[in-house]
């Protein structure tokens, strides 16, 4: 466990500018929830100009369906394979989803395309966020269509999306479907089930899980009081001109805890005066 500090500036907007600062500690676990295989290295490019106009220009078109069809074919027809598929986790990124939508139909209708699990866990995963479970299960349908088989990760994106529309038992047979499929739960699936069935106030089924961690850690009390640490957040507040003080959603995603922080570290930046405290687990 490590910790550094950040400090932002922020410049008001007066004739004269004043400078207030704050400074945030944020201590960082190495490793993480998703801790099996790595991502294909194009998770991790640099995203080449042509794939950022790209973006830019689907954006600037989504309004118009026929500028939209335009750009589809003509700026994404001529992307590589490389670039077509950086454009799409850019979009994601965004959480532009019908445009990464637009983007998903077109790879999968590329000559060069071959069944990828991969973005389809993807799809999975930003379609679960925004409680579309039609549509996560019409993936599911879609990928096994193709010829593929749902991984570990399908499986926990499943039951997080079951979570998410508060269907439990679904949840609870997704995570049987898993096991029986040979996959091993990590820390990941077994953290969304622990905090989501206490959510739900399924104490019973919560602490069938707990014991269950037995079976796949060393130590696994040390990782139910993780779990437990984990769920505990202090909260970023931000005080404007007037006094009034709000405070930014966190979602309560373990595996977006980093991404969290950043959007509410953005949002700081557009309040004249701040008073803040916030400590920030990423996992």
Not at 32 to 61: C, D, F, H, Y
Request: glycine share 4%; with cysteine.
């Amino acid at each position: 466990m490590g910790s550094f500090k950040l400090q932002f500036s922020q410049l008001g907007l007066q004739q004269k500018p004043q400078i207030s600062t704050f400074t945030l500690t944020l201590r960082i676990r190495c490793g993480g929830l998703r801790n099996g295989p790595r991502k294909p290295m194009w998770r991790t490019r640099v995203l080449s100009s042509e794939a950022i106009q790209a973006v830019q220009s689907l954006k600037l078109a989504q309004k118009s369906p026929s500028k939209l069809e335009q750009v589809l074919t003509t700026k994404l027809g001529r992307l590589l394979k490389a670039d077509l598929e950086d454009a799409l986790a850019e979009l994601q990124r965004q959480n532009e989803l019908d445009l990464a939508l637009k983007v998903f139909d077109f790879v999968r209708k590329e000559t060069w395309y071959v069944p990828n699990l991969f973005l389809y866990n993807d799809m999975i995963r930003m379609v679960g966020k925004r409680r579309m479970i039609e549509m996560v299960e019409q993936f599911v349908v879609e990928l096994q269509n193709e010829g593929l088989q749902p991984d570990a990760r399908t499986y926990t994106e499943l039951i997080g999306a079951y979570f998410k529309v508060e269907m439990v038992l679904k949840a609870m047979e997704t995570y049987d479907q898993m096991k029986d499929s040979g996959y091993v739960p990590d820390k990941l699936t077994l953290t969304i089930l622990i905090r989501n069935l206490e959510k739900a106030g399924e104490d019973a089924l919560s602490e069938a899980i707990k014991k269950e961690c037995a079976e796949y850690f060393d130590y696994p009390n040390k990782f139910l009081e993780e779990v437990e640490r984990k769920h505990k957040y202090n909260y970023l507040y931000l005080t404007a001109e007037n006094g009034e003080q709000y405070i930014p959603k966190m979602t309560e995603d373990p595996d977006n805890s980093f991404v969290n922080f950043i959007s509410l570290a953005e949002s700081v930046a557009l309040a004249p005066t701040l008073d803040l405290g916030i400590s920030v687990d990423v996992l």
